[in-house]
């Protein structure tokens, strides 16, 4: 366990309108990363952290942006949400290096966009 | 083509089976990690693994780099060990993902 907490857990949200989820966690890890999860996909990138400010774009980043202004939080932002953005967004981090540290996830946040 | 390919996509099993469950790849990687993922909950890292074999409890996990694959076994599966199992690779700092194996122990 990383004490990795996400926020919101659920959250239901109307076409056009911002949405911005938490990931925090509470052992200084450098890289962290949010991805969604959808029906018939693999989990899928949308961007990644490996550091405060900063921050580089997965291969779904479209509609989507993040900040890291703390090593605890990483925040992803929808700054107009739309229907395909309906997804269950998971944040990891990656204990030790990106390229060979243990990985740990959050439990989630399932988003609905109306 | 997917670059991480898991067979099967789903798996039912009787209680106390073994079952084997196979992630091929077509990157080359720095590790491996199998994952866990219980009906509507979070992602738990079982494995990770950059060569051999490794085992935790009755779960065993091998790999074998030179033809890029891997499997993960259960021995003495119990409805318990219900869940999506997942593998992904780590190829430079990036994760790739299969689509998952869903299994169904029943009693």
């Known amino acids: 366990d990383a004490g990795i907490t996400q926020s919101p857990r659920h959250k239901v949200t109307e076409t056009g309108t911002p949405v911005t989820l938490r990931c925090h966690q509470t052992e200084n890890h450098r890289y962290m990363y949010w991805y969604r999860q959808d029906p018939g996909h693999g989990l899928r990138l949308i961007h990644y952290s490996y550091g405060v400010k900063d921050t580089d774009k997965g291969e779904v980043s479209d509609g989507y942006s993040v900040s890291r202004s703390k090593t605890e939080d990483f925040l992803l932002t929808l700054e107009s949400a739309t229907s395909s953005q309906t997804s269950v967004y998971f944040c990891?981090?990656?204990?030790?290096?990106?390229?060979?540290?243990?990985?740990?996830f959050g439990e989630g946040s399932r988003l609905t966009v109306l | 083509k997917n670059e991480v390919e898991q067979s099967p996509q789903n798996l039912t099993a009787q209680e106390g089976e073994f079952i084997t469950i196979n992630c091929s790849y077509s990157v080359g990687i720095s590790a491996l990690h199998w994952l866990q993922q219980h009906p509507g909950g979070g992602i738990v890292s079982l494995f990770m693994?950059?060569?051999g074999k490794k085992k935790h409890g009755r779960l065993i996990a091998t790999i074998n780099i030179q033809e890029k694959h891997s499997s993960l076994h259960i021995t003495a599966s119990h409805p318990r060990d219900s869940a999506v199992y997942i593998c992904?690779?780590?190829?430079?700092?990036?994760?790739?993902f299969g689509t998952g194996t869903r299994l169904q122990v029943f009693p």
């Open positions: 990891a981090i990656s204990k030790g290096t990106a390229s060979t540290g243990e990985l740990f």
């Open positions: 992904a690779v780590r190829n430079t700092d990036k994760l790739i």
């Open positions: 693994l950059s060569s």
